[in-house]
T-cell receptor
Framework: AQKITQTQPGMFVQEKEAVTLDCTYDTSDQSYGLFWYKQPSSGEMIFLIYQGSYDEQNATEGRYSLNFQKARKSANLVISASQLGDSAMYFCAMTLFKTIFGAGTRLFVKA | EAGVAQSPRYKIIEKRQSVAFWCNPISGHATLYWYQQILGQGPKLLIQFQNNGVVDDSQLPKDRFSAERLKGVDSTLKIQPAKLEDSAVYLC????????????????FGPGTRLTVL
């Protein structure tokens, strides 16, 4: 069965520093997609970055990068140069015909 | 390009009443998803449509929840009768399709409907 685990309920980071949000997943399938979404306090889910299971290079999108380690089944999100506006909930998700989300990590960016 | 539309944004009802939510996906998106997000948790997939067919509804409480997507475009999610534990945000999302890589799998979410059951 598919499973997504985010072990960090909350994280603090100083403005302008980098932060890594952890995500591990479990599936026996070889073809799947991994996503990260941001959910600010306003409630909307914002797509950040995607990694396909067959992609050999780590995905990057502006200040976001995904540290994909397939053998360890991890897909950690790295946010560089944190900004105050990055304070939000972050969800890792896996898609394999159906989508499952992790429990999320709340990120607090300190000025 | 217009995003995913949902209505209403907020709804307060008493337990045992009925409620319906509406979603209009991004034009051209074949796949539509309904999620339930309870406060403090990640979204849980309730039902997934591909065009007007159901792909997955394994987590939909079918004794009280129903959903339809007639004509393969907009969709309605209904709860009848509502229970206290149904209080949550109901998110609708759409994607081009499923299992086709970043362009086709990426889900775009609507603003959600916050349901409070008293």
């Amino acid at each position: 069965a598919q499973k997504i685990t985010q072990t960090q309920p909350g994280m603090f980071v100083q403005e302008k520093e980098a932060v890594t949000l952890d995500c591990t997943y479990d599936t026996s399938d070889q073809s799947y997609g991994l996503f990260w979404y941001k959910q600010p306090s306003s409630g909307e889910m914002i797509f950040l970055i995607y990694q396909g299971s067959y992609d050999e290079q780590n995905a990057t999108e502006g200040r976001y990068s995904l540290n994909f380690q397939k053998a360890r089944k991890s897909a950690n999100l790295v946010i560089s140069a944190s900004q105050l506006g990055d304070s939000a909930m972050y969800f890792c998700a896996m898609t394999l015909f159906k989508t499952i989300f992790g429990a999320g990590t709340r990120l607090f960016v300190k000025a | 390009e217009a995003g995913v539309a949902q209505s209403p944004r907020y709804k307060i009802i008493e337990k045992r009443q009925s409620v319906a939510f509406w979603c209009n996906p991004i034009s051209g998106h074949a796949t539509l998803y309904w999620y339930q997000q309870i406060l403090g948790q990640g979204p849980k997939l309730l039902i997934q449509f591909q065009n007007n067919g159901v792909v997955d509804d394994s987590q939909l409480p079918k004794d009280r929840f129903s959903a339809e997507r007639l004509k393969g475009v907009d969709s309605t999610l209904k709860i009848q009768p509502a229970k206290l534990e149904d209080s949550a945000v109901y998110l609708c999302a759409s994607s081009l399709e499923t299992s086709g890589g970043i362009e086709r799998d990426t889900q775009y979410f609507g603003p959600g409907t916050r349901l409070t059951v008293l």
